[in-house]
């Protein structure tokens, strides 16, 4: 038996989805797998970096994504004279995480595995909660959602994840910064200044609000033009919490970006937490788009066409 899962990548809604605003999130090619079989000996084999051979009980102890969904499932015995492969080597480069949301991934690959017959809606909700044993409570559960959902979606928390469709003329290329990002310590800077400026970060993140369903509303009325304008406009809202918070999401590397970004007329938008990991390039002209892909790819920077 074999399931899989796709990484994700956030159109806009960063920050703002923690306070219950809605967020637009995109899945990407890369994708989590897990296969199980029978064996005469039991072992977890993990791909990521490196290939690791170990057995389900040393793989629980070193594993704790595995060891709190396998809890919550209740399917330790399924372990039991069988391999159980992990596979997220499309998830790094070069030994770095390329920072798609691939514990996500994986949550849910292993809930689809181990729970093949339920509605995407249940498997849904076993994964946010076999995620948040691991995280400990902590996340938005966006990236579950597009995980389980295997699609671009609308994300809100309270509120039922809705698939939407993107404009036909918008085109889109994830751009690797160079260099990997940590989404809860950027989280966490942010709540640390949230504690001494309450009013200053409410207002940021009502702004941050706003613009989101700005855009979500545009993407119903199928208006390119408008999409695009609220993705440059929370662009700038995140600038602007990034500054007054001095929690840096805009790092060198993104700042080069836009440049680069922008001398072939695509705008450009740090993609989650920010900090590095991934950016975003957009254009309503796909043949621009192209041209900037290739001349990345000559200067040997990783991108991939959304």
């Known amino acids: 038996m074999n399931a899989s899962a796709p990484g994700k990548l956030f159109l806009v809604g960063e920050y703002a989805v923690l306070e219950g605003g809605p967020a637009l999130l995109v899945p990407v090619k890369q994708r989590a797998e897990v296969t199980i079989e029978a064996s005469n000996e039991s072992q977890v084999i993990s791909h990521t970096t490196i290939v690791e ?7 629980l102890r070193h594993y704790p994504l595995l060891r709190a969904t396998m809890g919550e499932l209740g399917c330790l015995k399924q372990l039991e004279n069988a391999q159980l492969t992990l596979d997220t080597r499309a998830f790094f480069k070069d030994g770095v995480k ?34 948040l044993a691991f995280q400990n409570g902590i996340g938005s559960g966006a990236d579950i959602a597009l995980a389980a959902m295997d699609e671009t979606i609308v994300f809100q928390r309270g509120k039922s994840p809705a698939p939407a469709l993107l404009p036909r003329d918008l085109h889109m290329l994830a751009i690797w910064s160079g260099e990997p990002a940590s989404t809860t310590g950027y989280v966490a ?3 640390l200044w949230r504690r001494n400026n309450p009013g200053a970060y409410h207002s940021h993140i009502s702004d941050l609000h706003n613009t989101a369903a700005e855009c979500i509303d545009a993407l119903g009325e199928d208006d390119t033009q ?8 929370y662009d700038r809202h995140l600038q602007r919490l990034s500054s007054m918070s001095e929690v840096h999401f805009y790092n060198q590397a993104h700042l080069d970006m836009r440049k680069k970004v922008e001398l072939d007329h695509c705008a450009y938008k740090p993609s989650g937490a920010g900090g590095g990991d991934y950016g975003i390039a957009y254009s309503t002209d796909k043949e621009e788009l192209l041209t900037l892909a290739d001349k990345l790819d000559r200067e040997h920077i990783d991108t991939f066409v959304l």
């Open 53 to 59: 051979k170990r057995s389900p009980e040393e793989a």
């Open 226 to 233: 408008r999409v695009l304008a609220s993705i440059e406009q």
């Open 98 to 131: 390329l920072g798609l949301g691939s514990s996500a991934a994986l949550t849910v690959a292993l809930v689809k595995l181990f729970q093949p017959d339920n509605t995407v809606n249940e498997q849904l909700l076993k994964a946010v909660s076999c995620h």
């Open 189 to 191: 800077a942010v709540n």
